[in-house]
């Protein structure tokens, strides 16, 4: 098979500035004219399409490019991810329908809440490795969802209504029947967020990352904070967890414990490994397919999920290492521990 | 420059690896630990580098007990280990592993390039390699890279985790070559080894570790005759004994 990947990165090193720029703006211009490109090849019968476009598409990217950071950066297997998006969504929730905090305000809130239960679960389940780590994770995301079912304050297993909608912007009325400005804000969101780990990525924070990710103990060795690196890797992944949260809870208005089951984690975990794990393009690619595809063959109806999953054994099978794999050299990771 | 180890036990669980060992290496020294499997070498050194908890006893570096201080901080303090099995980012390319022995120290990019330059030349292999993936290389060359990675850090002390483990007997001597030669240079070096004829004629003085505990402290040239260590770790000399 064509190592779409090899090709993709080869063209891309050997492209002058001006190709690279004039790409990447067209591909921004292209995703923020999405809505409006509602052709019966990409349409989703079924579903209306700009509200696809911002769920489960574009909130899948951003949950996956947060949880990249945690899985693929520094290799620690998070698999209660959806504790951040819930948390996130709470806090929009309960701060939204009891004071007068408009989106803006409670969006720092809500991440910084998510950061604060990161660092809560982080500090003593990062001293666990692997497979442990991934049991205490996916504990915590349970826990999460199991207090929200119980705890009345916050609108027990009936969730909360009635959650207010950010503020216009730019004469642009956020509304429940008109997703197109949320699906903006969550562009903007996602290219700031893939900005932002890009730019850590190639400093020391990423160079750290990738050292703990391929040997913990020679990390330390070279002097490597090993354990404060993993707890901002996973309070980072959470505050963007938390971000996801908040802006979902103010487009869809109620929200239920219901929605924030470990199927989300584990659906965010399987685009970050379907696209191609650590490489964050990748990973947004893994997301818009994985996301995308159940809604266009939604008109199957019954056999829907099965033919989801088919595509998904397929695709794992021909590309093991997901669509587009981080850097070749870094296969021999898996080959040599 | 002076690290001693005084009665140091450590536990696994509840199993005791070292039963209170104590040993000294001065600057300038190469000094060798030598024993069979088990016997506790990587446990010390682990323990010296601060990847394993010190149960009792105490590590002093510089006239400092360090038990309490993390891992990553000793190697700020100058200590700096080539590990077991050689501990290559497999990832990385060489010139980024090389970087990464330095990545405490807020260095100039002089300073970087200086050390880069030294290191290139104990192994001008490395420089031939510096774009290839570390998991890419012969262990030889693996084993380069782990001692030349952990000289980058411009360490008082280098701990060399049986540098000779798994390698071709041309590169054995190869290796022990230029851990004489770093230490000419003046790097002080603690060894620990199975092959016990190359450590011993390397070394200058050496201590036999036998299932947690040091059983000897001689000067490596007196081991090589001794005839406990003699059929014990070299292989000859058994008709002595029995």
């Not at chain 2, 394993?52 to 190697?75: C, H, K, L, M, W």
Request: aromatic share 8%.
């Amino acid at each position: 098979m064509i190592n779409l990947r090899d090709a993709g990165a080869t063209w891309w090193d050997n492209a002058s500035k001006l190709k690279r720029r004039s790409l990447v703006v067209s591909l921004i211009l292209f995703v923020y004219a999405l809505p409006f490109l509602n052709n019966p090849i990409i349409n989703t019968p079924g579903s209306m399409f700009e509200s696809v476009l911002f769920y489960p598409i574009g909130m899948f990217v951003l949950l996956s490019i947060g949880l990249n950071i945690v899985v693929g950066k520094s290799g620690l297997l998070d698999l209660g991810f959806v504790a951040f998006f819930a948390i996130g969504a709470y806090t929009m929730g309960v701060l939204g329908t009891r004071t007068n905090l408009n989106f803006w305000e409670i969006l720092p809130i809500a991440m910084g809440l998510a950061m604060l239960s990161g660092v809560l679960l982080g500090a003593p389940a990062l001293r666990l490795r692997g497979d442990y780590l991934a049991i205490v994770t996916l504990g915590f995301g349970e826990i999460v969802r199991i207090v929200a079912v119980n705890e009345e304050f916050i609108g027990g297993a009936r969730g909360i209504a009635g959650i207010p909608t950010p503020p216009d912007m730019f004469g642009m009325k956020f509304e429940i029947l008109n997703p197109k400005p949320y699906y903006w804000l969550l562009v903007s969101m996602i290219l700031l967020t893939y900005w932002a780990v890009r730019r850590m990525s190639v400093r020391r924070p990423g160079r750290a990352w990738d050292a703990i990710r391929q040997d913990d103990d020679v990390a330390q060795l070279m002097g490597v904070p090993t354990f404060k690196y993993k707890v901002w890797a996973f309070v980072l992944g959470a505050a963007v967890g938390g971000a996801g949260g908040c802006l979902y809870a103010t487009q869809i208005l109620s929200i239920v414990p219901d929605q924030f089951s470990l199927n989300v984690s584990i659906l965010v975990l399987a685009c970050v490994v379907f696209g191609g794990i650590g490489n964050p393009f990748g990973v947004m690619v893994g997301a818009i397919i994985l996301a995308y595809l159940p809604e266009r063959i939604r008109f199957l109806t019954q056999p829907r999920q099965l033919v989801f999953g088919v595509v998904l054994v397929l695709i794992m099978n021909l590309r093991p290492d997901g669509l587009l794999p981080r850097k070749k050299r870094e296969k021999f990771e898996s080959e040599t521990v | 420059m002076r690290l001693e180890i005084k009665n140091l036990s450590v536990y696994y669980g509840k199993i005791e690896a070292l039963k209170g060992i104590s040993l000294v290496v001065n600057q300038g020294e190469i000094v060798t630990l030598i024993g069979a499997n088990g016997a506790g070498k990587t446990t010390t050194l682990k323990t010296i580098s601060g990847l394993r908890p010190v149960t009792s006893g105490e590590i002093v570096f510089d006239g400092v007990n360090i038990n309490q201080i993390p891992a990553y901080e000793r190697a700020d303090l100058g200590i700096s280990q080539a590990p077991e099995g050689r501990g290559i980012f497999p990832g990385m390319t060489v010139l980024e592993n090389l970087e990464m022995g330095k990545y405490n120290r807020k260095t100039r990019k002089a300073e970087m390039s200086e050390d880069l330059a030294r290191v290139y030349e104990l192994f001008p292999r490395l420089k031939e390699r510096a774009t290839q993936a570390g998991g890419t290389l012969s262990g030889g060359e693996q084993q380069m890279l782990a001692i030349g990675r952990a000289l980058m850090a411009r360490p008082k002390v280098l701990l060399l985790d049986e540098p000779s483990m798994g390698l071709a007997p041309m590169m054995i001597q190869n290796i022990f070559n230029i851990i004489t030669e770093i230490n000419n240079q003046g790097v002080t070096i603690l060894l620990v080894e199975q092959n016990a004829q190359q450590a011993l004629s390397r070394a200058h003085r050496a201590y036999v570790l036998e299932i947690g505990k040091i059983t000897k402290e001689a000067k490596a040239k007196d081991l090589l005759n001794d005839p406990h260590v003699k059929s014990a770790y070299l292989g000859t000399g058994a008709h002595e004994i029995f």
